[in-house]
């Protein structure tokens, strides 16, 4: 198994995710196949675990809790993260993080995150009124968090604001990253950022929800070609170790056959040949139709409706390649008069536009998508409904 080392901790390159554990018919997490997946990490020595509130409906931490119950404490660590991107009635962490300490059945968290900051959310975790980020502080200072961070899939920008507001308590950022957005959702740029200001990068999504370990025939073909013994979704894996700043990878395991192909993917650090890395580039680039937008700007300033076109046209070249409810959601909280149903059709931006994009028909069909996709805040509501539900269960 690959280590990477984090203060004074060796902790295993792949990390353990604890949102899609396998389930049975009725939805629950299937107990009996998560355990032995989980036990067959630790035996390959896999050490970091990562859960977070709303997972599996709010069970992923007691399952995940009580399977790792029989270890000894010291042997892994467990990473939590509080829910303030979520919709909620108050946003007091500290009945959530007891709640998440009773569930997970420990004293501690070894890593600790501020669960997906983006544009809307910032304002909740850096306000003075909840005082959360104090909060955490203290619990560091107490011992009950070991380490400090935050997961983001803001832009590149929101991630910069953050980190300006409150970087001195940041210890480590957990980001989408793969060798699909690393262009898509530019995260070359927030890698680069982290980077540059000396923040260690966790990774989430780095097979981006199983796309990328089922290609198209051809696609697939070609890497077989490249390495016949190896899986598609290695390649994946194998593309991130070439970034030095990386220390965990976390991957979402659902069945015994991707633990042990993630095994033996980590068992040597080996990245991408220059020859695979070509191959995994050309393609990322055919699986999108992209708005070839340069974020020039120069539409901004000729919109009557002041709309942040490059944001809404990259938001819909995401949304062409999947329905993502992360990508849709900067978009779903901006103001009416800023989303792309404000857009009143005149055309100055697309007259001003050097790449000649037809905006409005962009922004059109960026309306539709968005009419596909679930709220998010109506998804964030029923979290912390089915939350409760099952605190006020536990009670009882």
Not at 51 to 57: E, G, I, L, S
Not at 124 to 151: A, C, M, N
Not at 158 to 186: H, K, P, W
Not at 219 to 229: C, H, K, Q
Request: hydrophobic letters at 35%; a negative charge; aromatic letters at 10%.
């Amino acid at each position: 198994m690959v280590y990477k080392s984090f203060k004074d901790k060796k902790i295993s390159l792949l990390g353990f995710g604890a949102m899609r554990f396998p389930t049975l018919e009725d939805g629950e997490v299937d107990m009996e196949l998560s355990e032995r997946m989980i036990d067959r990490a630790i035996e390959a020595g896999v050490n970091y675990f990562d859960t977070a509130y709303p997972y599996h409906r709010g069970t992923s931490e007691i399952v995940l809790g009580k399977i790792l119950s029989k270890y000894p404490r010291e042997s892994y660590y467990l990473a939590d993260k509080f829910p303030g991107h979520q919709v909620m009635d108050s946003y007091d962490p500290a009945p959530i993080f007891e709640d998440q300490l009773r569930k997970c059945g420990t004293d501690y968290f070894d890593f600790y995150l501020l669960h997906n900051v983006y544009e809307r959310s910032m304002d909740v975790y850096t306000s003075e009124r909840y005082g959360i980020i104090d909060y955490f502080l203290e619990q560091k200072r107490l011992g009950r968090i070991k380490h400090l961070g935050f997961s983001t899939h803001a832009l590149a920008s929101g991630i910069s604001e953050f980190l300006d507001r409150v970087g001195d308590a940041m210890e480590f950022c957990q980001i989408q990253m793969n060798y699909l957005d690393y262009t898509l959702q530019n995260a070359k740029a927030k890698y680069e950022l982290l980077t540059n200001r000396g923040i260690p990068v966790w990774i989430m999504e780095p097979v981006r929800g199983g796309k990328l370990a089922a290609l198209p025939p051809e696609d697939e073909a070609r890497l077989r070609e490249l390495r016949p013994d190896a899986s598609v979704a290695s390649f994946a894996f194998r593309w991130l170790m070439s970034f030095d700043n990386i220390g965990v990878i976390l991957s979402g395991m659902s069945d015994m056959a991707q633990v042990e192909d993630n095994i033996n993917t980590f068992r040597t650090l080996s990245p991408l040949s220059s020859e695979e890395r070509e191959a995994v580039s050309e393609i990322a680039g055919k699986m999108f139709s992209s708005v070839p937008c340069t974020a020039c700007r120069y539409c901004v300033d000729g919109c009557p409706m002041g709309l942040d076109i490059p944001l809404l046209i990259a938001t819909c070249n995401e949304l062409r390649v999947s329905k993502s409810v992360n990508s849709a959601m900067r978009v779903e909280f901006l103001p009416d008069d800023k989303k792309p149903t404000a857009c009143i059709g005149c055309g100055a931006c697309s007259a001003i536009c050097p790449q000649s994009i037809d905006i409005p028909t962009v922004l059109s069909e960026l309306a539709c998508r968005m009419n596909d996709i679930p709220r998010w805040s109506d998804i964030s509501r029923e979290r912390e409904a089915e939350a409760r539900l099952l605190r006020d269960k536990k009670t009882d």
